[in-house]
């Protein structure tokens, strides 16, 4: 997991006497002491309620929590203060997808592609949302231009692969 800290309201300028409450919160998290890095997350929520890479720290948090509709929660709040924060777009269309809310994930990470066009991990993403929708050829030519990019990008091969499987076409799945 990425954690966000994109914004000149990450630096220790904007924190105050609470940067070192950060930097321990952002510790935490990194080494997986989920529920600590998220306490200290709320605090400082409490205090500065208005920054968009706390809030996609906390909806990241949540995430990794399972716990999904708190995480959906956190992600849209950074997104309606930075619509451009393409970690929060990318995270609330991994989270929706683990709920089973496909059209909305798709959109989550066509959003993605539309603020970065070569976000290949977003391809991917997208092209198996569009997969569990049975849309097998739009999600095939999504790999293949990202394979005309970038032909040894392996989870581009392999959800090709498997988009072939699924349709049937086991011997192009197989390179044969």
Known sequence: MHLQGRHETMANGYWGEDYPVLTESLRLHHDGQFDQALSLYLWLDARHG???DLKFNIGACQQQRRHYSQAVRY???ALTIDPTLVAAHTALGEVLREQK????????FRQVLELDADHRDAQCQLASVLKAQLRFDEAMVLMQRLLAKQPDFTE???LLGTLHDEKGEIGVALGL
């Open 50 to 52: 208005d920054n968009p």
């Open 101 to 108: 809310r496909l059209p909305e994930a798709e959109a989550a």
């Open 156 to 158: 581009a091969l392999l």
């Open 75 to 77: 992600l849209r709040a």
